[in-house]
């Protein structure tokens, strides 16, 4: 249909300052699903997320993973968190 456009499209119309903007506020909701499913403060919740591979890929603009929905992402970091071995 005339006027479609695919996530690519829309994504490449964003400034670097919307993107970070997309960026900022996941990480916000990412965040926030931690506190209450890990049950960590903020403190920690930002911790777990920052040294995340999903965070990682996240600040990633090739991923457009900061374009997808809060709950997508963040059952990356789950599964990251759930296969994540201690050394």
Same mark, same amino acid.
Request: charged share 30%; with cysteine.
């Given at each position: =249909?005339?006027?479609?456009?695919?996530? %690519? %499209? =829309? %994504?490449?119309?964003?400034?670097?300052?919307?993107?970070?903007?997309?960026?900022?506020?996941?990480?916000?909701?990412? *965040?926030?699903? /931690?506190?209450?499913?890990?049950?960590?403060?903020?403190?920690? *919740?930002?911790?777990? /997320?920052?040294?995340?591979?999903?965070?990682?890929? /996240?600040?990633?603009? *090739? %991923?457009?993973?900061?374009?997808?929905?809060?709950?997508?992402?963040?059952?990356? /970091?789950?599964?990251?968190?759930?296969? *994540?071995?201690?050394?």
């Amino acid at each position: =249909m005339e006027g479609d456009c695919d996530d %690519t %499209t =829309m %994504t490449s119309k964003l400034t670097p300052e919307q993107r970070q903007l997309l960026k900022d506020e996941l990480s916000v909701d990412i *965040a926030g699903y /931690l506190v209450d499913d890990f049950r960590l403060s903020p403190q920690e *919740a930002i911790d777990v /997320l920052y040294t995340s591979e999903t965070f990682e890929r /996240l600040q990633d603009d *090739a %991923t457009g993973l900061y374009y997808q929905s809060p709950g997508y992402v963040y059952s990356f /970091l789950q599964n990251e968190l759930k296969n *994540a071995r201690v050394e």
